[in-house]
């Protein structure tokens, strides 16, 4: 059995972080490698592995598992109606919402899928069933398996206000006790596609409103930078990029895109 002492070399960490860059253009700070030392021992012990230098040479040359390496390393916390002012925003702009097209929403970091689903509670609950779509992508193709189920702790309904809970949250029973399931009806809206935000996503159509939070805190500037311009390709005129509170995107000057309160931009011109 292999020891979970194991410890990544500087060397290797520089390799790593290489890679992932590459890859995702994600940039790990040196403060990350006891958090990409821990994330990487299971697949480490997977391959019996005793040199994380094996366990390199193997995602080089081999595209799933430098995939599985991203799933390991890019697992965020998430939860529903995370930072409530950017619900409160969206349930504003959905109420002057007259248009005979479809509300389009896209969750641009979707993770496991609560963002995408809060997005479409209160979608659902606004304009009805027939009236929206919700896309959530993520370059994470574990979290994505786990979104499409709609199944989460028990615990995470704690954050879903009680209207929202007696509507949309089925209690699980047997086997998902504990559990409980978005119900289909916000299932069948919601759809889930990997996605890397390096890459401009011309099939995914054009949304009126993008939800890009708590990810470009991975990224520097010039990468953020390519990241937001790739993104807002997808957001129609007048439509609102949202970012997280602790993020910003004031210094890159993207043209297109006015600030219309704190961390949320419309986009004003094509």
């Known amino acids: 059995m292999m020891s979970s002492s194991l410890t990544l070399s500087e060397q290797e960490f520089s390799l790593i972080q290489k890679i992932v860059f590459d890859e995702a253009g994600i940039s790990l700070d040196q403060s990350k490698t006891s958090m990409v030392q821990n994330r990487l021992f299971k697949r480490m012990s997977f391959y019996s592995f005793t040199k994380f230098n094996d366990y390199i040479r193997v995602v080089q040359f081999n595209r799933d598992e430098r995939i599985e390496m991203i ?12 930072e409530e002012i950017h619900f409160n925003f969206l349930s504003s702009i959905v109420k002057k919402y ?8 896209w969750s641009a970091a979707a993770s496991v899928g609560a963002e995408a689903y809060s997005i479409a509670m209160l979608l659902d609950r606004t304009l009805g069933h027939e009236a929206y779509q919700v896309v959530g992508t993520d370059i994470n193709t574990e979290v994505l398996k786990k979104a499409r189920l709609g199944l989460y702790p028990e615990s995470w ?15 699980g029973k047997g086997q998902y006790a504990r559990q409980f399931l978005v119900a289909p009806d916000i299932v069948r809206h919601v759809t889930f596609l990997e996605g890397n935000l390096l890459k401009v996503q011309n099939e995914l159509g054009m949304f009126d409103i993008i939800f890009l939070r708590n990810v470009l805190i991975y990224f520097n500037d010039a990468t953020r930078e390519i ?21 910003s995107i004031k210094h890159l000057s993207i043209e297109e895109l006015v600030q219309a309160d704190a961390s949320i931009y419309q986009k004003v011109v094509a």
């Open 98 to 105: 007259r248009s005979h097209e479809i509300f389009r929403a």
């Open 227 to 247: 990241v937001v311009r790739n993104v807002i390709k997808n957001l129609k005129v007048g439509g609102y990029l949202i970012l997280s509170l602790t993020e």
């Open 157 to 171: 309904v704690d954050k879903i206000s009680p209207e929202y809970r007696s509507k949309y949250c089925l209690k």
């Open 71 to 82: 799933n390991q390393i890019t697992t965020n916390e998430t939860y529903f109606f995370r």
